[in-house]
């Protein structure tokens, strides 16, 4: 059976004949009757970017100008007009190449344009993932509504249509879907918490956070649900993992909310009925790490202002040391922070303790050393540090805790 389409005749395609799915979400494939065809395959990207712009504009027709603006600048030396026409046709023979039924009438020419053959039975990934993110907003039931926005975020595989990202056209739309997204995941963790749901959490978080990892109340989801899930030393390794990626990435700090979370990390569980014996033990399961202990910041001041009043009744001496380094410290390899962090975990005792005081800095608490001690330990620190960083290393002041009056 044939009809007239935009003045051309073509097969009528009945909707119950053909499905296709687009995905759009973390890249573009088409998908037909166990066909799939991917923008991963050797043809030229116009290809892929044209069948891109005529599935998101499929519910109108796009002239050929509209096609020449978007895909040819004005340095472009031919005749766009052909190129255009070259275009729809490599991409149809893409279409037919991939095994597709009626590859020729799934883009339409007619009337000085081209447009996406709405008579078929498409399912697009974006207007899944809106409707399924409507629904939700649109639903009382709690359960429900958690069970729509987990749907939603399992679509979402990644930001649109990634390998066109620079395309004007793409940016204000790769926005939205994110920050749709994202909008998407706080709600459904919220909920997940609330309902004690928290393995879903944990994994949605994880999921998330592939995508923005410096999203902070995802981390802060992420650090709750693990130490939900009785795994506070996973969350405390995690927890220094993501500060030190803040610091090498962003050059900025934590946030007081999870510097706060922090703490409640650090407090071991005190379960009742336990005898003094177990409940020591049981404080220092997951505790047994190799090397120095790294802290946070807040912890290393509280052990500073013990070792302060520990010091004025004892006497001995506990010392301070302190490396500054340049400002501009991210590089490909992580830099100079990465390498000098590592030197220090490695060089340290066991008894000994270290933080990141900020983006720039490291301090250490050493025990039981003479000054001049310390000096040939900070000596031995950056010898393990690349030659290649060690001019970016400004400084180190060693000074012993002043006893607490």
């Not at 687009?22 to 799939?36: C, H, K, P, Q, Y």
């Not at 190129?83 to 009337?111: E, K, P, Q, W």
């Not at 900070?378 to 960083?389: P, Q, T």
Request: include cysteine; glycine fraction near 6%; aromatic fraction near 10%.
């Amino acid at each position: 059976m044939t009809t007239t389409i935009m003045g051309r005749d073509v097969v009528k395609i009945s909707t119950n004949d053909v499905s296709v799915r687009v995905e759009m979400l973390g890249g573009f494939a088409i998908v037909s009757d166990g066909n799939r065809i991917t923008e991963q395959e050797k043809r030229s990207s116009k290809i892929w970017k044209l069948l891109q712009y005529l599935v998101v504009n499929r519910h109108k027709t796009v002239s050929q100008e509209e096609l020449m603006d978007v895909f040819f600048d004005s340095d472009f030396v031919g005749n766009p007009g052909s190129s255009v026409r070259t275009m729809v046709y490599r991409a149809r023979s893409a279409l037919a190449a991939g095994g597709f039924a009626h590859a020729d009438d799934i883009i339409l020419s007619g009337n000085g344009g081209y447009r996406w053959n709405t008579t078929l039975r498409c399912l697009i990934d974006i207007e899944e993932f809106e409707s399924l993110c409507k629904r939700a907003s649109n639903v009382d039931d709690l359960e429900e509504r958690t069970e729509l926005l987990m749907q939603a975020a399992e679509l979402y595989r990644g930001d649109f249509l990634p390998s066109s990202a620079s395309e004007l056209w793409v940016m204000p739309l790769a926005r939205w879907y994110r920050s749709l997204y994202f909008n998407c995941v706080h709600e459904a963790l919220a909920l997940l918490f609330e309902a004690g749901r928290n393995d879903e959490a944990s994994e949605l978080c994880v999921r998330a956070l592939r995508l923005d990892p410096f999203d902070e109340l995802i981390l802060e989801y992420h650090l709750r649900s693990l130490m939900a899930l009785g795994k506070s030393a996973e969350a405390l390794d995690e927890y220094n993992k993501m500060e030190t990626m803040f610091y090498d990435e962003m050059g900025i700090d934590f946030s007081e909310g999870l510097r706060a979370l922090y703490q409640q990390i650090q407090q071991p569980e005190v379960k009742e009925g336990l005898s003094l014996e177990d409940t020591l033990e049981s404080w220092l399961k997951g505790a047994d790490f190799p090397g120095a202990y790294y802290c946070d910041l807040s912890v290393f001041k509280i052990v500073y202002q013990l070792e302060s009043r520990s010091t004025s009744r004892s006497g001995r001496a506990t010392y301070i040391v302190r490396f500054d380094t340049k400002h501009d410290l991210r590089t490909k390899d992580g830099g100079v922070m990465m390498h000098l962090g590592k030197a220090i975990s490695e060089t340290l005792r066991k008894g000994d303790l270290y933080t990141r005081s900020s983006p720039n800095q490291y301090m250490l608490m050493l025990h039981k050393l003479t000054y001049e001690n310390c000096k040939m330990l900070v000596n031995r620190i950056l010898r393990g540090v690349d030659s290649k960083y060690l001019p970016k290393v400004i400084g180190t002041s060693i000074k012993p805790i002043t006893p607490m009056l």
